[in-house]
């Protein structure tokens, strides 16, 4: 993907999910008007969730995910069936899939339950329809949407890219900064320059705030941890507010006058997520760690790491400091998140910048039902610098919760 690109955490994610020879990979291509996914009588084609990330109008970007067929069958085909159920986490619009000369099959009302009670929007697909006799009944199961489509011809596929866009999930326009600023607000962003840092670029959230600044109609002003100082002492007048990568959370700190809000990266998008408040309570966990209790540090991206990693070497460190304990660390990065958390005594995640919104709550709500706690590199750095309630001033309804 292109940097000018749509993220995909900001993708609308559709999934296809449905028994093997259902149709699925045939019906991406059709939607799409490509042929992006490989399709073949052999069943079991598609032996991984397959991502493609795209425009289908009318509803705009999104992330289209082909997923293995639910009745795989032997030992690997356990494992794919896994992975297909895994995409549900992620999942903001699900395609039940059904060959429509076959009906729905045992495997289909399972994962229809499933969609149930997740309360995921979702449709039934019938495929394949060109293989009905024209009198066949069409009745969908009660209480779902069903269409009759055909991938091989073509009947109904304007009508179900209409459906899918109507199942968009709504709600108050999520923000990441944008709803504390007005126009004309001048906002400083401090983005420290070492060696994680990606070479001739941003990362991806600060990208992603300096964009929704700019929406509000307000002013970004960029400086590294070093040049703060003097960067403060040039303005007129004082910034509405200071953003700061969390790293850099106690110099910024000592910097930052405290007439002026400050806060991070981290913690504007575990608040643009929706995890905010839980993180807070989360991080109270370090109170109570032992020697040997297991932590989970968990990133949703993937990289390189460096010799001074903030999540395997810099916050295991901080922890250690603060409690003066010796905890055993465990990590997980990209798509991976265990289901089973009791093991572990907290969780620290990462901003979660490269996840979609339903899969950060998603492991938030896992964390939650099995009573762990799960707090955020952002609010665990200010925690243990001791500017957390500083920290959270931009936000006096969530800063109560201390």
Known sequence: MSLNSTPSSERVHISLFGRRNAGKSSLINALT??????????????TDPVSKAMELLPLG??????????????????????????????TDIALLVIDAAEGMHPEDEALLQLLREKKLPRLIVMNQCDRLAKDAPRVAPQGET????????????????????????????????????SPGDLVV??????????????????????????????????????????????????????????????????????????????????RYKGNLPGAIRGVKALESLENGDKVLISEGCTHHRQCNDIGTV?????????????????????????????????????????????????????AREQGVPMTNYGILIAYVTGILQRSLEPFPEIAQLL
């Open 33 to 46: 008007g490509q042929s992006l996914a490989i399709v073949s009588q052999q069943k079991g084609t598609t």
């Open 189 to 270: 962003l401090v983005t420290p320059i070492d060696e994680a840092a990606p070479k001739g670029r941003l990362i991806l959230p600060q990208q992603q705030t300096i964009r929704d600044i700019l929406d509000a109609g307000a002013m970004a002003v960029v400086t590294k941890e070093t040049e703060l100082p003097q960067g403060l002492a040039a303005l007129k007048e004082p910034p509405r507010m200071v953003i700061t990568d969390s790293q850099a959370f106690k110099k910024v700190s000592a910097d930052v006058p405290t007439s002026i809000p400050l806060t991070s990266f981290s913690i504007l998008f575990a």
């Open 314 to 366: 810099k916050i295991p460190n901080w922890i250690r400091q603060k409690t003066g304990k010796e905890p055993v660390f465990e990590f997980t990065s990209g798509g991976e998140f265990p289901q089973e958390l009791t093991q572990y005594k907290l969780i620290v995640h990462c901003g979660a910048c490269m996840l979609n919104e339903r899969e950060m709550q998603s492991r938030a709500a896992r």
């Open 61 to 90: 970007p999104v992330l289209l995910t082909d997923t293995p067929g639910l009745d795989d069958v032997g030992e690997l085909g356990a494992m794919r069936v896994e992975k297909a159920r895994q995409v549900l986490d992620k």
């Open 146 to 181: 069903a269409l009759w489509v055909s991938a091989a011809t073509g009947e109904n596929i304007r009508e179900l890219k209409e459906a899918i866009a109507a199942l968009r999930p709504s709600g108050p326009e999520r923000r990441i900064v944008a709803d504390l600023l």
